[in-house]
């Protein structure tokens, strides 16, 4: 009853936010500018949600997920730029062949652990943009050109159903299943757990919204390159996931939202934007060590905020 209540209160602060942002965007007070960076922000969080169910939720390191979003833009563009198929058609063809790409490197390379498996993961997204980089159908290394397909309704609406579907996921006796084998592998294996099957499943899970992450991204930029899926895109995400607090949902989501507009406004500053970027990330790390959110949800703060007010008034 009180998940159900949850769920209802995110649908309607969702529809809110949504309808707020569509009638500032339609009356002007926000302009393709303001709108883009909505767009590039929905992009992100879909990214950092879906290498938080890998990372944070069943504790395993992957530093591939650059990979999977490469993957996702390219299937999504020659589904609409050669074959004239329609945009949701290219979304969902972008999800389903980045899953598959998830369980190809999945199934062998998730019985590897830690350092190993960031490895094997690096090792994928590498392959995959040198792939891309020597096939000349999708332009090879000068990229190809994408129609701006990309809207705020179509982001909102991709980035929605991936927050409900990992919520519920994670909810989930699956879900728990995946938690076991992060906080010990082993004891979950001796319960009976079959770890590999839920480390292969959260992998794929994961792949599919980054894979349609990577379909709103191709057609939100109107030209992508196997150079924008580099090891940099990967660390990027990582960022977001770890500076947020790791299997902290919406810790991931708040650092994605920080990191995205500092990013963004450090672009008129193109000297010192690193330099910038870098020291709010040290600035962050030293005052939360263990990320911004640690391992509560925004939900956890809300549970504290009322236990002290009772608290408090059963004190007076």
Request: glycine share 10%.
């Amino acid at each position: 009853m009180k998940k159900s209540k949850q769920f209802w209160s995110f649908v309607a602060a969702s529809l809110i936010a949504y309808t707020v942002i569509q009638v500032l965007l339609n009356v002007g007070v926000l302009n393709d500018f303001h709108s883009n960076i909505l767009i590039f922000m929905s992009i992100n969080i879909m990214l950092a949600v879906s290498l938080h169910l890998v990372i944070g939720v069943t504790g395993q390191f992957s530093l591939g997920h650059a990979g999977f979003l490469a993957v996702g833009a390219y299937i999504s563009a020659i589904v609409t730029m050669k074959l004239n198929l329609p945009f949701p058609v290219a979304i969902l063809a972008a999800g389903v062949i980045a899953t598959i790409a998830g369980l190809i490197i999945g199934i062998p390379s998730l019985r590897l652990r830690g350092d190993y498996l960031a490895i094997a993961t690096l090792g994928f997204a590498e392959i995959i943009r040198i792939v891309f980089l020597n096939i000349d159908y999708v332009g090879g290394a000068a990229g190809m050109q994408v129609t701006h397909l990309t809207t705020w309704t179509s982001a909102f609406i991709c980035l929605f159903i991936t927050i409900v579907v990992i919520v519920n996921f994670t909810n989930s006796r699956h879900g728990r299943a995946c938690i076991s084998v992060r906080e010990n592998e082993i004891a979950s294996d001796a319960m009976g757990i079959n770890t590999t099957y839920y480390k292969v499943l959260a992998f794929a899970i994961g792949a599919f919204f980054a894979g349609v992450a990577g379909a709103l991204y191709a057609h939100n930029f109107y030209i992508i390159q196997p150079s924008n899926f580099g090891f940099l895109k990967s660390i990027d995400i990582l960022i977001y996931v770890v500076l947020g607090g790791l299997g902290s949902l919406s810790g991931a989501i708040v650092a994605t939202i920080l990191l995205t507009i500092v990013s963004t406004f450090l672009q008129n500053y193109p000297e010192t934007r690193m330099i910038i970027y870098s020291l709010v990330l040290i600035v962050v790390m030293l005052y939360r060590p263990k990320g911004l959110m640690g391992t509560m949800e925004i939900t956890d703060y809300f549970k504290l905020w009322r236990g002290s007010k009772g608290g408090s008034q059963h004190d007076k």
